[in-house]
């Protein structure tokens, strides 16, 4: 299979080694990866913001760029989504660029539910001696329905402990641009968030997408929390020793 | 009811920063969506209803007119009064009109938000005529001079040491030693001082939960029994509803009835569950002796057609409310006016214009928690986007975030542009940052750093290690 990855803005700037994992992933399932190079953002900051024009021109340059793949998967469920789901609403009025939008959406993936529910894998082969807990973002969860994905491939990384956290899918308080539009209410959302995930003890928190990551990261590390932040990707692709947490420097 | 969205801001820090609201809060939170959640787990065909119920609703709003005009005929066959009210001056007008012409000089009410909207309270306190709410939680919000904070449990901003701190103000006949800290002992308070004035009452108000068009009949829940003594021991029985309360038939209602304990307050059914049928028919041994429906439109009706219609389907149950984390974090009265929570955030600029209510729509991650307990399935995320997309056209959203995204979209259509940078963003960020792995603070970025810490870059974007790479 010739499976493009849509690298995610967040991913390209701040962890490019999630991506890293990801191509690992997929190459492992037995794909060919494919990085298109003209590809930036998905558009949901506009498309979020009220700015259809601008989410549609994003969209369309996101049809050219993975026009031809059997598949293109992100390392992230909000990506996903917008591909999946939005795209098609975005141009419900412009037949022409309706039937791009309906080709792409069936084929776009967000990369857990890839690994198992297209290519049927049902276990990866790392290993991290953890007690984890698992986040569901909110895209992933709702829009998609991946839930059980992460956890089977979880369930199969050697050393790996889960314990359930208490609120899983509640919204930690990110939401793209919420989190600087009203500070304070996503504030208090990712105060409630972290007491959750305190109180699992567990040692690592992880998600399948990295805003939510970033944000609970930086409410953990303001409080002086000693639990590891990581993408999925990085612990199902076993490149945990590659790259330090979430907002640890580099070195260790 | 005068809105104060305009001040979400504001509202809310205030509402961050209230100790009991947030103690409060904090019960509601985890309370109302476990109680739901055992409800639907124990309903196997809870998502076929929640199907039936949505196409019950949809059906009934592409003939809406046909439904109002049929239940108005069977209203009237029934010995009841239609009054049409356009505006919520029209409403106030028509309840003033009928509570005069029985010389009436206190008035019970069961809980209604559609007489929050219309502001009847305080309408008809200038008119010489008192209201007294019913509703426990009503009533207590009445004392206080509060407006609910919640469509189904009004008082749900307050804790209990709040309420009887009010009581012994309010109650001051009563002896001021007396032991409240009992939930049970301030409900039996409450209805020790409200039975009275349920005798005294010359008219009853009551809301609808839905109106019957093939029957003419209204329809109420409690858990109280106070909706029943509100409509039938006073001679005169008002009811308030808005023209989207209307189903066809009483097994329509029966359906949505089924879904709307479930989704509210997680019980199979509510406690009462009161069907009016015009005034007391000879024979009767009880029922008022007049019966009036004041229907109201405020807005309504202009939303049939348009994007905004789904959000008609609304049986005003609470769910999205009580799973909004945003809602759980600011409280009800955030939202400023009579529709609080995500609900609110889609209707209220319906009803009093965008431009006050600009807001309620913006203040939502798009988590989708509430489009997925809504039991007649209303889209509310895709609709605040609606709104969202009105405000840019419009300009209306602040012109600091909109150039920011003019900005920043201008790039992402630049793929080159973006990727060189985004590296350079990724060099200095990482440089900068990389020896901590995260900012403290960050020019730009106070919004987030004043609370939480920002996570540096790795340093290099992944598609230049991938060009790198590929090399």
Redesign the interface.
């Known amino acids: 299979m010739r499976v493009a990855l849509f690298v995610t803005c967040l991913v390209d700037l701040f962890r490019p080694t999630v991506g890293f994992a990801a191509v690992k992933l997929l190459e492992e399932a037995g794909c060919t990866v494919e990085v298109p190079r003209a590809q930036t953002c998905c558009g949901q900051p506009a498309y979020n913001s009220g700015d259809r024009a601008d989410a549609k021109a994003i969209a369309m340059q996101v049809f050219d760029a993975f026009a031809g793949y059997d598949h293109v998967v992100a390392p992230s469920g909000s990506c996903a989504g917008m591909l999946r789901l939005h795209y098609p609403e975005l141009f419900a009025d412009d037949p022409v660029n309706l039937a791009r939008a309906q080709a792409l959406a069936p084929h776009s993936w967000e990369l857990s539910s890839f690994l198992v529910d297209v290519c049927g894998i049902e276990k990866v082969t790392a290993q991290w001696d953890r007690v984890v807990t698992y986040h569901d973002a909110c895209s992933g969860l709702r829009e998609l329905g991946i839930k059980s994905q992460p956890r089977q491939l979880l369930a199969s990384v050697a050393g790996l402990r889960l314990k359930e956290l208490p609120g899983a899918e509640v919204c930690c308080g990110f939401g793209g641009t919420f989190c600087v539009k009203y500070p304070e209410i996503s504030d208090k959302m990712v105060t409630d968030k972290e007491a959750d995930i305190v109180a699992t003890g567990a040692e690592a928190v992880l998600s399948g997408d990295l805003g939510c990551l970033l944000n609970i990261a930086g409410k953990l590390f303001r409080h002086g929390r000693r639990i590891e932040v990581r993408h999925i990707a990085e612990v199902l692709a076993g490149v945990t020793a590659d790259v330090a947490p979430i907002g640890l420097p580099r070195s260790g | 009811m005068l809105a104060a969205s305009r001040d979400f801001?504001a509202n809310?820090?205030a509402g961050?920063a209230n100790e009991n609201l947030q103690r409060a809060l904090g019960r509601a939170r985890?309370g109302f969506p476990l109680r739901r959640h055992l409800a639907v787990e124990r309903l196997p065909e809870f998502e076929e209803l929640r199907e039936a119920g949505r196409s019950i609703k949809d059906h009934t709003l592409e003939y809406l007119d046909f439904y109002l005009e049929h239940y108005e005929s069977n209203v009237v066959a029934s010995g009841g009064k239609v009054h049409w009210a356009g505006t919520p001056a029209e409403a106030c007008a028509a309840v003033l009109q009928v509570c005069r012409s029985v010389g009436a000089k206190v008035v019970t009410k069961g809980k209604s938000m559609v007489a929050e909207e219309v502001g009847l309270n305080d309408f008809l306190d200038a008119n010489g005529i008192n209201p007294v709410e019913t509703d426990l939680g009503e009533y207590i919000i009445q004392l206080r001079h509060e407006p609910p904070s919640h469509i189904i449990a009004p008082a749900i901003h307050l804790v209990k040491e709040q309420v009887a701190d009010t009581f012994r103000a309010e109650h001051r006949s009563l002896d001021p030693d007396r032991s409240l800290v009992e939930p049970r002992q301030m409900c039996d308070e409450a209805r020790a001082v409200l039975r009275p004035r349920f005798l005294a009452a010359d008219v009853g108000i009551t809301g609808a939960n839905f109106l019957v068009a093939e029957t003419g009949s209204s329809i109420i829940v409690t858990n109280e029994g106070n909706g029943d003594l509100t409509q039938t021991l006073p001679r005169v029985h008002i009811v308030m509803a808005s023209i989207e309360k209307v189903v066809p038939t009483l097994e329509d209602a029966a359906t949505l009835l089924r879904l709307l304990a479930r989704s509210a307050t997680g019980q199979e059914f509510s406690s009462y569950t009161t069907i009016s049928t015009g005034p007391r028919r000879p024979g009767d041994l009880d029922g008022p002796e007049q019966y009036h429906v004041v229907l109201l439109d405020n807005g309504r009706s202009a939303l049939l057609g348009g994007d905004f219609q789904d959000m008609l389907r609304c049986i005003r149950c609470a769910a999205c409310m009580n799973h909004c984390?945003?809602y759980s974090?600011?409280g009800g009265h955030a939202y400023g006016w009579v529709y609080p929570g995500p609900m609110g955030a889609v209707l209220t600029p319906s009803l009093i214009g965008v431009e006050q209510a600009g807001h309620l729509p913006?203040?939502?991650?798009?988590?989708?928690?509430c489009?997925?307990v809504c039991p007649v399935k209303i889209p509310l995320p895709?609709m605040m986007?609606h709104?969202?997309?009105?405000?840019?056209?419009r300009k209306l959203?602040p012109p600091v975030?909109r150039t920011g995204?003019?900005l920043?979209?201008w790039?992402?259509?630049r793929?080159a542009l973006?990727?060189a940078l985004?590296g350079l963003?990724?060099r200095v960020l990482g440089w900068a940052g990389?020896?901590?792995?995260?900012f403290?603070s960050l020019p730009l970025?106070n919004?987030?750093?004043?609370?939480?810490?920002?996570?540096?870059?790795?340093?290099?974007?992944?598609?230049r290690?991938?060009?790198e790479r590929s090399r």
């Open positions: 801001m809310a820090r961050l985890t984390p945003v974090a600011v913006n203040a939502s991650t798009f988590c989708g928690r489009e997925s895709k986007r709104w969202r997309e009105r405000e840019y056209a959203s975030y995204l003019a920043w979209a790039v992402a259509r793929p973006y990727h985004t963003a990724s990389g020896y901590r792995g995260r403290r970025a919004g987030w750093t004043k609370a939480r810490d920002m996570p540096a870059p790795e340093g290099r974007t992944f598609h290690l991938w060009t």
